[in-house]
């Protein structure tokens, strides 16, 4: 049946491949508005900022998976916030094997020449005060990924694949630090690193770097995003993120970029799980994260290799579509998550905004970051969370109570 239908579609005409053609293609474009949450309103401002490849990077042998000069966007600040910066260390994911990198390695997660010239700064990145009330006025970056391993592999695990991979992650972040030291960054009076997913675990990785490199007067802090991936076994009882990690560790040579304490007491790729040294981090955190965070569920608890017979495929997806005994699991994930960040908790000079929201990253998106319809707990925004935190404005530990108790959370 397939191929007789094959050969009826080779007697199309050309109108006929033109209709098709164009009717698939505004298919995909009604529902790219309905599935991509980071898609902005029409009727919003654009602030595009341009790439600038690293002029460091060369020098430093800085270099993305295929050799190609990494990159950053840079969005120059304004009156009050000339001497400030905010540095974003953008996320997607890692890569594990020689076959997944060199796959990357074809993607703008891989290589600068898929880069794209002007990207949007939305959310904690935005221009508008009324969208990022605090920041909106300080000198912001966003830091391209494309090393795959958290912007923490080293070029001597280069040798062991003979591939022309190139894992140089701490390399691009050293080397474009430098770049914005000599741009203003060395005299600045406050600071923030912060990340998103990949990038918001590399936040955590880097954070002290990031301190000990700006002035000593300066006030500097750390906020990561959807970072704090846990140490737990899938639903089949297979611990699959920490096999993955260790991996990308053993791959990239990341061990070296980890925290030391750590490694000297553990096998070094658990010490890429936040609970095992965001304890041992200098420098002021704030945690955003989601206790049903989306991308954990799909990927870490419940991937797809847990989940053969496809009885947990609407439940992964959507946290609405889960039944009560898999909601019970999705608690149980939560109570991880409330366990691992205990002893975070009682840091004084640690924030955090844990919702109870099916999501993954919130800083970046303009809907979850700061706007009338934005998660709230306590009726406050994550922006406005955050900058009452950075600014030592109040206290900021916020919890919110288990799913669906937060009628605003974006799912």
Known sequence: MRFSFLLQCRKWAKSDWLVVSIGFVLVVFFLSFFFDPTVPSITSPTNLVKLKLSSKAKERGAFCLDGSL??????????????????????????????????RAMTRLGSSNYFEDEVEFPGVLSNDPSQNPDFFNWNRVVIRYCDGASFAGHPEAEFKNGTGLFFRGQLIWEAIMDELLLMGMSDAKQGILTGCSAGGLATLIHCDYFRDHLPKDADVKCVSDGGFFLNVLDVLGNPTMRSFYQDVVTLQGVDKSLDQNCVAKMEPSTCMFPQEFVSNIRTPVFLVNAAYDSWQIQNVLVPASADSDKSWAKC????????????????GFRSSLMDAIG?????????????????????????TWHSPTSTRIENKTIAESVGDWYFNRKLVKLIDCPYPCNPSCHN
Request: aromatic residues 10%; contains cysteine; glycine residues 14%.
């Open 70 to 103: 990494p990159g950053y966007h840079f969005d120059k600040g304004s009156g009050s916030g000339s001497n400030s910066w905010l540095l974003h260390l953008q996320g997607g994911g890692w890569c594990n094997t020689i076959a997944s990198c060199s796959a």
């Open 343 to 367: 002893k975070f908790h009682q840091n004084k000079a640690g924030g955090m905004f844990i919702d109870s929201c099916f999501i993954h990253c919130q800083t970046v998106t303009q809907g």
């Open 316 to 331: 992964r997806l959507s946290i609405k579509e889960c039944d009560a005994a898999q909601m019970n699991v999705l608690q």
